[in-house]
């Protein structure tokens, strides 16, 4: 039988294996390594500008928990999970790994004692005494660094809505609008897959601003993809069908209702409305939206829910 202490002693060292990652991805370690050259410490170490001894044990540690492979001259090379993490991947993970396991994000959890103690969510309100919103609004390279995390949660999600979504009949539909939508990576793989569309991305001004890193003009779909900025807790453009893509996990049940009744204003009865998100499955099944419940209520007042939970929210919007 597997010694119980084991699991505990991985959980309680779990942390290493996040900060390593995170230390690696600031320090530009797989941005210059390949799969397909081994390259020594010292190497690197004069490409990245750091101490060539102390690297070494960085990529060891790396190749200890599968970003690398080490060879028996000490030289290392990517492996297809550490190629994840190089910023030109076409499904990187780079900004996920910078925005979740980055100062802020770590800031932020340290509030999680208090925050279960007296039950008022939003580790970073309490640290930085603002939302995480407000702050990005604020910080630029934070608020660039946030969305393009979320475009790499859209590499695999966007794949995974369009797949959910193959038996239902587009035909009828015109204009699709993703409310909350970021760079536009969700509007874009539907557009890609049903040629007749329109779409539309709905976030905040300041991010759809960020026009060098929108999905529409990189993919050449600039006239089927339009991107308006506006407050989803005030008005959003009329549509066809409208998604809604790891949006309602961030905000408490009032608020949730509010975002789902604006919507419910601007469309008819009959319109068509997709929630993508992590659903919280039943008590004895382990599942990582019980994990990222907590990261929500660190970060914000948001939280994951049960697809009950979700049926009493759209009743109660109407
Ligand atoms: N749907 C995207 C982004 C999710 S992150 C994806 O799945 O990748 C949540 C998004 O909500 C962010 O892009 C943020 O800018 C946006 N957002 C937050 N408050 C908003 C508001 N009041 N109105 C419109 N968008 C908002």
Request: charged residues 20%; hydrophobic residues 45%; aromatic residues 8%.
């Amino acid at each position: 039988m597997p010694d119980p202490a084991n699991e505990v002693v991985d959980l309680v060292f779990g942390r290493f294996r996040g900060q390593v990652l995170y230390a690696s991805t600031v320090l530009g370690v797989f941005d210059h390594l390949s799969n397909d050259r081994d390259v020594e410490a010292a190497e690197l170490a004069s490409m990245i500008n750091a101490d060539s001894s102390l690297l070494y044990r960085l990529l060891r540690a790396l190749a200890t928990i599968g970003l690398l492979s080490e060879n028996e001259n000490k030289a290392f090379r990517l492996t297809a999970a550490g190629a994840l993490l190089r910023s030109d991947h076409p499904r990187s993970l780079r900004a996920m790994a910078l925005v979740t396991q980055g100062p802020e994000a770590y800031a932020a959890w340290k509030h999680l004692v208090p925050i279960i103690r007296d039950g008022r969510p939003d580790g970073f309100r309490r640290e930085f005494g603002v939302t995480i919103w407000d702050y990005a609004k604020a910080n630029p390279a934070y608020r660039a660094l946030f969305n393009q995390a979320m475009t790499s949660h859209s590499t695999v999600q966007t794949q995974l809505v369009t797949a959910a979504l193959r038996s239902f009949d587009f035909s009828a539909i015109s204009t699709i609008c993703d409310v909350g939508g970021g760079h536009g990576h969700l509007v874009c793989g539907l557009l890609q897959a049903y040629p007749h569309l329109a779409g539309i991305v709905f976030d905040q001004p300041q991010v759809v601003a960020e026009t060098d890193l929108l999905w529409g003009p990189k993919l050449g779909l600039a006239d089927r993809c339009r991107y308006l900025g506006g407050d989803m807790f005030r008005e959003v453009p009329p549509a066809d069908l409208y998604t809604l893509k790891m949006i309602l996990h961030d905000w408490s049940d009032d608020d949730c209702i509010r975002i789902l009744s604006t919507i419910r204003r601007a469309s008819s009865a009959s319109v068509n409305l997709f929630i993508a998100g992590v659903v919280i499955p039943g008590p004895s099944e382990p599942h990582f939206a019980k994990l990222l419940d907590v990261h929500m209520m660190c970060m914000q007042s948001g939280r994951e829910r049960t697809t009950n939970k979700y049926a009493g929210l759209l009743s109660a919007a109407g």
